[in-house]
Nanobody, 117 residues
Framework: QVQVVESGGGLVQAGGSLRLSCSAS????????MGWFRQTPGKEREFVAS????????NYADSVKGRFTLSRDNAEKTMYLAMNSLKPEDTAAYYC??????????WGQGTQVTVSS
């Protein structure tokens, strides 16, 4: 089984930056992809970005391309989401996930990002 834990959310002014972290634990050798979704009240969860192992290929939602950058720690199943030029519409709860070959997607509990105008 895989568990994921997010950290790094907070309050920032528009135009500012934040970095989110997500670490997987447990049966991490079977993890082949990790990523982020975000959700605001009353809306469906929205894809933000993803990265895979071992290739490190990344994928981004159009709404964050050029502003958000996803990186990883090759040795550990840890990834980092650098969020720059933040906008009020980026305000959401951000959820990390990990996909492994044995189980359904594992989700973290979420971390709140609030961007003030």
């Amino acid at each position: 089984q895989v568990q994921v834990v997010e950290s790094g959310g907070g309050l920032v002014q528009a135009g500012g930056s934040l970095r989110l972290s997500c670490s997987a634990s447990g049966r991490t050798s079977s993890v082949y992809a990790m990523g982020w979704f975000r959700q605001t009240p009353g809306k469906e969860r929205e894809f933000v970005a993803s990265i895979n192992w071992p290739g490190g290929n990344t994928n981004y939602a159009d709404s964050v391309k050029g502003r958000f950058t996803l990186s990883r720690d090759n040795a550990e199943k840890t990834m980092y989401l650098a969020m720059n030029s933040l906008k009020p519409e980026d305000t959401a709860a951000y959820y990390c996930y990990a996909d492994d070959i044995f189980t359904a997607r594992s989700w973290g509990q979420g971390t709140q990002v609030t961007v003030s105008s």
